[in-house]
């Protein structure tokens, strides 16, 4: 599991490359944590490479979603595949989130 983040002004873009399953979601949560306090923007989850996620890496989107409404900002989920779609669908997440 890759991550790449690019901060510019107030919009923080985090892609997300492989499969966030319950170890890497281990290692993802320790890298996006210190964007929990800085969240007073706007976070862009791009998951174009993102080829599953496990209910630990939903976790974590909660998370960022939660810190972000506690600050003001928010989080936009962007190009889910099918598979993560039906996720989402199942989860209720595409109720919480803004997807694109």
Sequence with gaps: MEVKINKQDDVT????IGRLDTPAAQEVGKEL????????GTIILDCED???I???GLRIFLSLRKAAAVKGGKVIVRNINDSIRNV???TG????????
Aim: proline share 3%; glycine share 0%; charged share 15%.
């Design 54 to 56: 496990s209910s630990s």
């Design 13 to 16: 873009t985090i892609r997300l």
């Design 93 to 100: 997440f595409l109720n919480l989130f803004e997807v694109e």
């Design 50 to 52: 993102l080829s599953y």
């Design 88 to 90: 989402f669908m199942m």
């Design 33 to 40: 944590t210190p964007l929990q306090e800085t969240a007073n």
